[in-house]
Each structure stands twice: as C-alpha cells, then as structure tokens.
C-alpha cells in the first residue's frame, strides 16, 4: 500500500518549523561566537598568565567556604558586574593550592587575607589548617593580613607565623550557640494548626512550629556538641598562639573588662591579649610583604604574589602529563537532599545517582570518595541515592566516605554503608531519626466565614486536605510510616557499621553528635580530612600510583571553553586590599531564610524526612 503524502499545509508548517529552528540555532551560535571574540579579544596582547619566579601564595577567600561550588551561567561567571562567584570559594581549591606550593621553589611565602572571608566553618578550617601546617613545616613564612577579624577570619589568620591588624580594627570572637525563632504563637494567632510526625526524642527539627522555646532534650544534645566545638576552636587559638585556653576564654568573656582597660581601642586589646603582632597601615603592611615575598614585576608599589585560584589551575596544568592513569573519583554531596535533578549546590537523588553510576562505570576509576556536607532532607530520595552506592560497592569498587562540616540525617544514611568514614572532630554527624508534618489551616478559614463540608467514599477521603481538620485515621497511619521508616534507617545503619539495631538505637532518636564523639561510638571510623580519605580509598584499592578526579556531569562544549577561560584569566585584584562584604543584613535575614529553605526542600513522595535542622556548622 502506497503511503500517502502529506498535504501542502503539513508540509508548509513542517518547514516553517525546520526553518525558525534553523534560525533561532544560527542566532544562538553566532551570539556565543561573537561574545566569544569579545572576550577573547580582552586578552590579545596580555601575556598568558605565568607563576612568577620568586613570590608569595597569596590565600585570599571570599564569601563562603563551600565543598561545591553553586552552579552559574560560565558567562556570567567570566564577565558578569556583581559575579556570583565572588560569594564562593571551593575548599578543596584553597587546600590544594597550599599543598602544591609547600613544595614549590617559586613560592617562597603565604599571604592570608581575610577581609572577604564571610563564613569558613570551624569543620573546614581545620582541613585548612592542616594543610598550612604542612606548608609552615616546609620553612615558609605564612603571614596573616587584615582590616578587622571575625571569628572565622581570626581562626584562619591565627594558622600565620605573623598576624597583623589595621590599627582601628578588632578581633570579635563570640562563640558558638544555636538561636532559632520559634513560630508555634505566630501559628496559634493565625489559627494554623502544624501536625508532627517524629521518632526519636531528640529529633528537634520541627521544635520551632510546635514550641515556642527549645526543649530541654533539645538544649542538652546542643550544648553537648556545641561545647566541644568551642574547646576545638579555643585549643587551636591557644596553640597557635602560646596561649592557655582559659586565656582565650576571658578575652571573649570578659571582653568589655579588657576595652576598659584599653579606652575603648580595641586594636590594642588585641594585641595586649596576644591575639595580634603588630597594628600596621595598609600602606606599611604592603611595604613589610614586598621584603618578605618581593617587589611585584610590573612595578605598581604592591608585593609578589599569585592568588591561589590562578596559581592552582597553572600548577595542575603543568603537571597534567604527569599524571597516572589510575583514579580515584572524588563525588560531591553538599546541600539539603531532594529528589529529582538538582544544580551543584544541592544534592538531588538523580542526579547524584546518575554521578555514582558514572563513576561505576568507569574502568579508570579503581574507587570512590563521598564527601558529604549535608543535613539530610528527603528519605526517599535518601533511599535512592544510598541504593546507587551499594551497587557500587557491588561493582568490586571500594567506597569511602569523608564528612565536611555535617553528614547528618539523610547525609548519614547516604554514608552508613561505606567501608571506610572519616570525618573532622568537629563534624556534625548522626541525627538519626525521621519525622513528618502536615499543617492544616480550617481554623483560620472557619475565623474568616469559610466553612469545608462534603462527603466520601472512605475514611480517608479528605486526608491531606489543608482546608480540613486532620484526618485521624491518616494521622496514625502517617505515625505509623514514620516508625517503620525510622526502623528501617535503623537497619541501615546497622548494617553498614556492623553494629545491632539495639547498639544503633542507643545512640539514635535524632541525637547530634560531634565527629570526636562519633567515632568513640563507632559511628566514624577515623577522624581526618578529604585527603585522607582519598589515600585510604586508594589503599584499599591496592593503588600504588593514582590520582584524585571531581566527578561531575558533562559540560557543554560552550561551558567548557568559558570556564576554562574564566580559571587561566582571573580578574585582576583591585588593588591589594579591598573592604569586606556586607553581611550584616545577610546574618540578620538568615534565621528567615533558613525556615524558608527548608520549607521549600520538602518534596518527599511520602513526606517523610531525615533532615537536621539544627545542624548549622559553626
């Protein structure tokens, strides 16, 4: 049978289609092309950026420490005013860095400089400072600059053989605490009742809509890590610093005692407490670098040096041809667990699952590192992910796990399983439990003269109608799905670290723990940084020679042209000193923000989550 031809309309249509599309695609690859150019054409002339011959690292980073790095369009990131890139700085760049110039000729000194610092995190600077560590043993000198140090900026800078300080700043430490606004008035006014699901009787993550105050099981498990989060931070001052820990101690408590004592001028308080060197002018500190590290070669009046974004992405490059061909994939886990296709920044189950079996897949990786910096979200998408990483380890490839600053919640049930997990003694780790909510808001609308009324063919019709009371026979069976998921987290647990449900259950109902404390309980196996864990995961895969590889979805021919012009070409520095972010208002808006975030990552099937809400890293 002849197949018949499609009449003259179809086919015009079919070939109006065919050509706007032909079109848009022209217009779309030209636009690239010619933006392309023009910043192509930014750069003819200027010579390729070079590691000079004698000159300092110069560890400058801004915004937020992050394990990845949020996703945004590679042109913007190149080129855009206000760059979103300049919130950001990956940690596993700022540690390389240091680790490749310990032993590099060219490199004869570190410069801190704190002032764009907004938010390190205890767990991450101590990855930080170890590598420094491992530089000041190699002989160099680490000098530590900066206008005015917060509490994440002091702890950085006090890594330095020297810190100086602007003569009209100050060193604001204040310690650590957990703060949340709590809503169950607010809630109560507007006649909105919110209905929780939990197991565990830690598991606070919903406090702030059913209380109006944190719960005493809330502020005992808080307390217990957060206290020894602060003798961390107060013994590596101390350290540091040739001080005694008490002495740290009074400088923040009595700080008001202190000022008096110096009229007010809290740059010489500072001092007088051993927390700086000396008070320097800008002007005399760049004057004090360029006898330390050298003149700059294009004559400006600033010190030699190479910010460590740049000087990182050169050294790689030269030692690419050097490189084995054995790998051990590093995946990335950071952010609140959702399900579905997530951009960097966040963990989504597929594709964080589609990035295992990528890894699976591959013959040259031998074995896989997690890092996780997450306090869990999604069960389900949880589930999802950790199933992808038992085929992994089904595959014959061995999994290691390294916690950031949190692996807690759904971020442990993603780790459970690992052969091997290593986190820092002041990670958050555990909070083993599971819970669910549900708000109804009848009475608010009853208050208004909006009435719900109707009927069913079940008992269970109107269930999850926000507009109706909660349905009793679906709040049980809720209660119930919750314990059921809470056994099988249990389960989970139990398995991966060889423990029984019973031992688990000791140590679970949602309880926080610290990275020290969790590896005492058996929770952690050894207490250490991502570079640890890489060497232990190439150990077990009996890897004499090998290198450590991001694995990260493909880019697009176009992404990959602009990111990597974006990594040889930084901007230069305006100038060697700059004034900090603005974060005030940022601090003031984040308990809002948080509540807001968390809201809106819940997107579980089945709405149960395992997620840590107080899980905010200091």
């Not at 990131?77 to 990956?90: A, H, I, K, S, V």
């Not at 590099?104 to 801190?112: E, F, K, P, T």
Request: net charge negative; charged share 20%.
């Amino acid at each position: 049978m002849t197949e018949k031809k499609p009449g003259i309309i179809r086919r015009t249509f079919s070939f109006l289609g065919r050509l706007i599309t032909g079109l848009r695609l022209v217009i779309v690859n030209g636009v690239f092309l010619l933006m392309l150019l023009f910043v192509i054409s930014l750069f003819v002339g200027k010579k390729m950026p070079i590691i000079p011959e004698q000159g300092a690292l110069i560890l400058e980073p801004k915004g937020t420490v992050v394990e990845q790095l949020s996703y945004i369009d590679p042109l913007v990131d190149l080129m855009g005013d206000n760059n979103p890139r300049e919130q950001e700085t990956l940690l596993a760049d700022m540690i390389d860095a240091i680790l490749l110039a310990k032993d590099d000729a060219r490199i004869n000194s570190l410069v801190i400089k704190t002032d764009y610092l907004m938010r390190g995190g205890l767990s991450k600077l101590q990855e930080v400072a170890a590598a420094l560590a491992e530089f000041r043993n190699s002989g160099k000198k680490i000098i530590a600059i900066g206008d005015y140090y917060s509490q994440d900026q002091y702890l950085l800078a006090a890594q330095a053989d020297e810190i100086y300080m602007h003569p009209m700043g100050a060193v604001a430490i204040q310690g650590y605490g957990v703060y949340r606004s709590y809503y169950r008035e607010a809630l109560d006014k507007l006649s909105i009742d919110f209905h929780v699901f939990r197991v565990g009787e830690f598991k606070s993550a919903l406090e702030p809509f059913i209380r109006n105050s944190m719960s005493e099981p809330a502020k005992e498990a808080n307390l217990t890590w957060l206290n020894q989060l602060w003798r961390q931070y107060g013994a590596t001052i101390a350290q540091r610093r040739e001080l005694d820990v008490e002495d740290v101690n009074t400088y923040v408590n009595d700080i008001d005692k202190l000022l008096a004592r110096h009229n007010g001028d809290s740059a010489k308080a500072a001092v007088a407490a051993g927390l700086v060197d000396g008070l320097k002018h800008r002007d005399e500190i760049n004057q004090y670098l360029i006898e330390v590290a050298g003149a700059d070669d294009d004559d400006d009046g600033n010190f030699q040096g190479i910010a460590f974004e740049r000087y990182v992405w050169l050294k790689k490059h030269e030692l690419k041809k050097q490189q084995s061909k054995n790998v051990v994939g590093v995946i990335v886990a950071a952010g609140t667990i959702t399900g579905g296709k997530q951009p960097p920044g966040s963990i989504g189950s597929d594709t964080l699952s589609e990035l295992i079996m990528q890894a699976r897949k591959d013959d040259a990786v031998k074995a896989v590192v997690l890092r996780v910096d997450s306090g869990g979200g999604s069960a389900f998408a949880s589930e999802l992910i950790r199933r992808e990483l038992e085929l992994l380890k089904d595959s014959g490839k061995p999994l290691v796990v390294s916690m950031g600053s949190m692996a807690a919640s759904g971020g442990y049930w993603i780790s459970a399983l690992a052969d091997f997990i290593w986190a820092t003694p002041t990670t958050l780790t555990g909070s083993i439990g599971i819970f669910g909510a549900f708000p109804t808001v009848d009475k608010s609308l009853n208050r208004l003269g909006i009435h719900n009324d109707g009927v069913g063919t079940t008992t269970v019709a109107d269930a999850f109608r926000v507009d109706r009371p909660m349905n009793p026979v679906a709040a049980r069976a809720i209660q119930k799905n919750i314990e059921h998921g809470y056994q099988q987290f249990l389960s989970i647990v139990a398995q991966g670290r060889d423990m029984s449900e019973e031992q688990v259950a000791d140590i679970a109902e949602g309880r926080v723990w610290s990275g020290q404390d969790a590896e005492r309980l058996g929770l952690v196996d050894g207490l250490g940084g991502l570079k640890q864990a890489i060497d232990s995961a190439a150990k077990l895969a009996s890897l004499a020679n090998y290198r450590d590889q991001i694995i990260e979805l493909p880019l697009s021919p176009k992404e990959q042209i602009l990111r990597q012009l974006g990594r040889v070409f930084v901007p230069p520095m305006q100038g060697v000193f700059g004034s900090p972010l603005p974060s005030q208002l940022q601090q003031l808006l984040a308990p809002f923000k948080e509540a807001s975030q968390f809201l809106q990552s819940m997107n579980d099937p089945a709405g149960l989550y395992a997620h840590c809400s107080e899980c905010v890293a200091p």
